[in-house]
Nanobody, 123 residues
C-alpha cells in the first residue's frame, strides 16, 4: 500500500518558520516529481512547490518564492518544505503529492496524495 505521510505542521506566528516533511512508504517514487499543494478554507487547492526526482529542478508558486524551500532525500524517501517568513495567508492544509514529470502543478495529474497537515499562521 502506497502512503505519503506529512508531518511538521502546527501553529506559527507571522514571520516565523516551520518545516514540513513527507515520508513515502510502500514503493519507490523514482521518476516522480514530488509536489506540495495547499488548500485554505473556502479556496481551491493550489500549487506551492515541486522538485524533480534528482532534485536538480525546483518550482515555486510566486506567492512563496524566496520564502519556501523544497528539498528531497531519496535515500530516506522523504520530501521537505522549509517555510520561513510565514504570513497569515499561508494558513492552509498542506498536502504532499507525487506527480508524473511534466504535470508539476496540475491537481488532476497527481497520482498519490498524502492526508495533509494543518499550518496555521497567526498575525
Amino acid at each position: 500500500q502506497v502512503q505519503l505521510v506529512e508531518s511538521g505542521g502546527g501553529l506559527a506566528q507571522a514571520g516565523g518558520s516551520l518545516r514540513l516533511s513527507c515520508a513515502a512508504a510502500g514503493r519507490t517514487f523514482r521518476g516522480y516529481v514530488m509536489v506540495w499543494f495547499r488548500q485554505a478554507p473556502g479556496k481551491e487547492r493550489e500549487f506551492v512547490a515541486a522538485i524533480s526526482w534528482s532534485g536538480d529542478r525546483t518550482y515555486y508558486a510566486d506567492s512563496v518564492k524566496a520564502r519556501f524551500t523544497i528539498s528531497r532525500d531519496n535515500a530516506k524517501n522523504t520530501v521537505y518544505l522549509q517555510m520561513i517568513s510565514l504570513k497569515p495567508e499561508d494558513t492552509a492544509v498542506y498536502y504532499c503529492a507525487a506527480s508524473p514529470a511534466g504535470a508539476v502543478a496540475v491537481v488532476s495529474a497527481v497520482v498519490y496524495w498524502g492526508q495533509g497537515t494543518q499550518v496555521t499562521v497567526s498575525s
